[in-house]
């Protein structure tokens, strides 16, 4: 019997987890101001890269920026990488 369609997507979904040399991919879907949307098309058009490719290289580039000015041994580099973890 053919896979529905909704079963096909389920698939692709989980595929994406482990996508990218194992690292794999996380699902963002949100909503931003118009006026944010149409400046990171302008800035994707200006560098040649898809909308995705520039939000991830801009996201990257400040994370770098921090973290360049933690120092290893101090509770902020803690605070800071404990952002976004999963508490059980």
């Given amino acids: 019997m053919a896979k529905s369609t909704a079963e096909r997507q389920a698939e692709y979904r989980a595929r994406r987890d482990t996508a990218a040399h194992g690292d794999g991919e996380r699902r963002l879907n949100t909503w931003m101001s118009t006026a944010a949307h149409l400046a ?28 360049a000015g933690l120092d290893i041994e101090t509770p902020e580099w803690d605070r800071y990488f404990r952002i976004g973890t999963v508490r059980r």
């Fill in 40 to 67: 990171l098309k302008r800035i994707a058009k200006r560098y040649g890269l898809t909308q995705r490719g520039m939000l991830e290289q801009l996201v990257l580039a400040e994370d770098e920026k921090i973290v």
